[in-house]
């Protein structure tokens, strides 16, 4: 992992922890600033007034780098350490360092009690890298430091290590550190997050091992070092957690859930509900937990049970809740429960899952014989969708699904003038073409295509096909498919073009190859009227019966397979 994503990975990790049962209780202070106190009894001057508002604005549009050194001057003239504190604080958002050091040391000089200017100034000295520095001064401030504030020092140095160009000197520093709070968690984590950036596995280990004895229930140090192990391997990393959840048995929700994640991520799906459901019944009300549930029990094709447990997910406040009306409403579709679909999609409003929800009513239109309707729902979402090339697909989708390939093909010669440098446009409508048995039309649109995008794998293979299938310049289309083969040598699709093409040649037992790869990939109803064929053609007809019935069962209007089974009278 490099050093960015940890430090991204350690401080959402950190910020996120209050989730958890932290390890050290965390004292609340009064939300009165102390600087207001000791602010210097000042009359407001029209030229201070004017360095505040320009300052102000400047950071109101994104200029705090800027605002910083104008607040780090206002401070260091009017002795206000509330002015000292806003530059710092403009500086470190900023990524000012110096400014952010001069204005931490002054604002420190105009408030020596002050801890958050000493713990500041510490941070910086840690993010600049002069670890000697930052040592010395976190040194002064633990002594006698209480546990919670020694707590605070250590968890916002964690996440500033693996940062650090001298990653030997910062670990020894951290471990000199820790020895005044042996029994600190935090203090131990600290360690853990040193020993991982010099990859010193077994000192993570022991790091580890004396968290899981201090504070077992804080499952922060588990779920980061959950993270690097599974990048590894994810099997490494269900060991590592099934270990870590041994001996912590009182592990907080979050980390439960993460075991039968893991198990969904190597497609033990059986094991994995069991999991959820065991992490369920801790916590009955987890909205996590039920949402997962009725995700495997909807890929299960278990209906009732998802729904069942979708439902709960919603009410129990799943954090997206939109996306779980769209998949209960997909549920309820897959019931053949059109109307209640309909009520979950109508339930999303604007947002992240609007245009899917719409375009799913669209679909329901469809199937309720309303064309129009759905092709003007589609329409009404141009201010929501940014390319309107993508409306013109999905309204041509709808069209075709509505079997009304020539109206299709009619929005799409539209979408053709009105964005003529759209290649999308023309591979869609050449596959159009090719079914309103319009040959020569396919071709030109593929021919086009391919001259806007050269080399393009589903443009050569489409092409190929075109012309294979109707005999004509084999040469050429056996060279497109194999141009293609060439950049996806195990894409069905493109196998199966090539089995085509050979057999077209008269090469029955080379196109036969191809087809049975094809197949073994594939189980598509083209695919199988070809391979039939080819295995009519070599005399191994109860093959070719055999393969053609599975696929009428699967599926019996597949247009080519029909039409395959009349030529040959099987």
């Given at each position: 992992?490099?050093?960015?994503?940890?430090?991204?990975?350690?401080?959402?990790?950190?910020?996120?922890?209050?989730?958890?049962?932290?390890?050290?209780?965390?004292?609340?202070?009064?939300?009165?600033?102390?600087?207001?106190?000791?602010?210097?009894?000042?009359?407001?001057?029209?030229?201070?007034?004017?360095?505040?508002?320009?300052?102000?604005?400047?950071?109101?549009?994104?200029?705090?780098?800027?605002?910083?050194?104008?607040?780090?001057?206002?401070?260091?003239?009017?002795?206000?350490?509330?002015?000292?504190?806003?530059?710092?604080?403009?500086?470190?958002?900023?990524?000012?360092?110096?400014?952010?050091?001069?204005?931490?040391?002054?604002?420190?000089?105009?408030?020596?009690?002050?801890?958050?200017?000493?713990?500041?100034?510490?941070?910086?000295?840690?993010?600049?890298?002069?670890?000697?520095?930052?040592?010395?001064?976190?040194?002064?401030?633990?002594?006698?430091?209480?546990?919670?504030?020694?707590?605070?020092?250590?968890?916002?140095?964690?996440?500033?290590?693996?940062?650090?160009?001298?990653?030997?000197?910062?670990?020894?520093?951290?471990?000199?550190?820790?020895?005044?709070?042996?029994?600190?968690?935090?203090?131990?984590?600290?360690?853990?997050?040193?020993?991982?950036?010099?990859?010193?596995?077994?000192?993570?280990?022991?790091?580890?091992?004396?968290?899981?004895?201090?504070?077992?229930?804080?499952?922060?140090?588990?779920?980061?070092?959950?993270?690097?192990?599974?990048?590894?391997?994810?099997?490494?990393?269900?060991?590592?957690?099934?270990?870590?959840?041994?001996?912590?048995?009182?592990?907080?929700?979050?980390?439960?859930?993460?075991?039968?994640?893991?198990?969904?991520?190597?497609?033990?799906?059986?094991?994995?509900?069991?999991?959820?459901?065991?992490?369920?019944?801790?916590?009955?009300?987890?909205?996590?937990?039920?949402?997962?549930?009725?995700?495997?029990?909807?890929?299960?094709?278990?209906?009732?049970?998802?729904?069942?447990?979708?439902?709960?997910?919603?009410?129990?406040?799943?954090?997206?809740?939109?996306?779980?009306?769209?998949?209960?409403?997909?549920?309820?579709?897959?019931?053949?429960?059109?109307?209640?679909?309909?009520?979950?999609?109508?339930?999303?409003?604007?947002?992240?899952?609007?245009?899917?929800?719409?375009?799913?009513?669209?679909?329901?239109?469809?199937?309720?014989?309303?064309?129009?309707?759905?092709?003007?729902?589609?329409?009404?979402?141009?201010?929501?969708?940014?390319?309107?090339?993508?409306?013109?697909?999905?309204?041509?989708?709808?069209?075709?699904?509505?079997?009304?390939?020539?109206?299709?093909?009619?929005?799409?010669?539209?979408?053709?003038?009105?964005?003529?440098?759209?290649?999308?446009?023309?591979?869609?409508?050449?596959?159009?073409?090719?079914?309103?048995?319009?040959?020569?039309?396919?071709?030109?649109?593929?021919?086009?295509?391919?001259?806007?995008?050269?080399?393009?794998?589903?443009?050569?293979?489409?092409?190929?096909?075109?012309?294979?299938?109707?005999?004509?310049?084999?040469?050429?289309?056996?060279?497109?498919?194999?141009?293609?083969?060439?950049?996806?040598?195990?894409?069905?699709?493109?196998?199966?073009?090539?089995?085509?093409?050979?057999?077209?040649?008269?090469?029955?037992?080379?196109?036969?190859?191809?087809?049975?790869?094809?197949?073994?990939?594939?189980?598509?109803?083209?695919?199988?009227?070809?391979?039939?064929?080819?295995?009519?053609?070599?005399?191994?007809?109860?093959?070719?019966?055999?393969?053609?019935?599975?696929?009428?069962?699967?599926?019996?209007?597949?247009?080519?397979?029909?039409?395959?089974?009349?030529r040959l009278k099987p």
């Open positions: 992992m490099n050093v960015l994503a940890t430090t991204a990975l350690l401080s959402a990790l950190l910020l996120s922890a209050c989730a958890n049962t932290d390890p050290t209780p965390v004292k609340v202070t009064p939300t009165q600033r102390p600087e207001e106190s000791a602010a210097p009894n000042r009359e407001l001057s029209a030229g201070l007034l004017y360095g505040i508002l320009v300052s102000e604005l400047a950071v109101q549009r994104g200029g705090a780098l800027a605002a910083a050194p104008a607040y780090l001057e206002l401070a260091k003239e009017t002795s206000d350490p509330r002015l000292a504190r806003r530059a710092a604080e403009l500086a470190l958002s900023s990524g000012n360092l110096n400014v952010a050091d001069e204005a931490l040391a002054l604002w420190e000089q105009q408030m020596p009690d002050s801890l958050l200017a000493k713990q500041q100034r510490v941070m910086v000295l840690w993010r600049e890298g002069r670890i000697a520095e930052a040592e010395q001064r976190m040194a002064t401030q633990l002594q006698g430091a209480d546990i919670s504030r020694a707590a605070s020092l250590f968890m916002h140095v964690t996440p500033l290590l693996p940062r650090q160009a001298d990653p030997q000197a910062a670990a020894a520093a951290i471990e000199r550190l820790s020895q005044q709070f042996p029994r600190l968690p935090e203090a131990h984590f600290a360690q853990a997050v040193a020993a991982a950036t010099l990859k010193d596995e077994a000192a993570v280990e022991r790091s580890l091992d004396t968290l899981a004895e201090l504070a077992p229930r804080w499952d922060l140090p588990v779920l980061w070092r959950l993270d690097a192990v599974r990048k590894q391997s994810p099997d490494l990393a269900l060991a590592f957690l099934e270990k870590e959840l041994k001996r912590r048995p009182r592990a907080g929700a979050e980390l439960q859930l993460a075991h039968p994640r893991l198990l969904v991520g190597l497609r033990q799906y059986e094991a994995a509900r069991e999991g959820f459901a065991t992490v369920l019944k801790q916590f009955p009300h987890h909205p996590d937990a039920r949402y997962a549930l009725g995700i495997l029990a909807f890929q299960l094709k278990q209906y009732d049970e998802a729904d069942q447990h979708l439902r709960a997910a919603l009410e129990a406040g799943y954090v997206d809740g939109p996306f779980v009306r769209l998949t209960l409403g997909q549920l309820a579709e897959e019931r053949k429960q059109l109307e209640e679909a309909k009520t979950w999609y109508q339930a999303i409003g604007k947002g992240r899952h609007y245009n899917q929800a719409q375009a799913r009513l669209a679909a329901i239109e469809v199937k309720e014989g309303k064309l129009e309707a759905a092709l003007a729902r589609i329409e009404g979402l141009e201010n929501d969708v940014a390319d309107p090339i993508e409306l013109l697909l999905l309204q041509s989708q709808l069209a075709r699904e509505a079997g009304a390939n020539a109206k299709a093909y009619q929005l799409l010669s539209r979408g053709i003038k009105q964005f003529p440098a759209a290649a999308t446009l023309y591979y869609e409508r050449a596959l159009l073409a090719d079914r309103l048995n319009r040959s020569h039309d396919a071709e030109r649109d593929l021919r086009r295509f391919l001259r806007m995008k050269p080399n393009d794998v589903q443009g050569m293979n489409a092409l190929g096909y075109t012309l294979a299938n109707r005999g004509q310049r084999l040469p050429e289309a056996r060279r497109l498919i194999e141009a293609a083969l060439q950049q996806q040598p195990t894409n069905p699709m493109i196998l199966d073009s090539m089995g085509w093409v050979l057999f077209r040649q008269g090469k029955l037992k080379d196109a036969l190859s191809y087809l049975e790869q094809a197949y073994e990939q594939m189980k598509d109803a083209e695919i199988a009227a070809h391979l039939g064929e080819v295995l009519w053609r070599l005399g191994q007809r109860d093959a070719a019966r055999q393969i053609w019935e599975e696929a009428k069962q699967r599926d019996p209007e597949h247009k080519v397979l029909q039409e395959t089974l009349r």
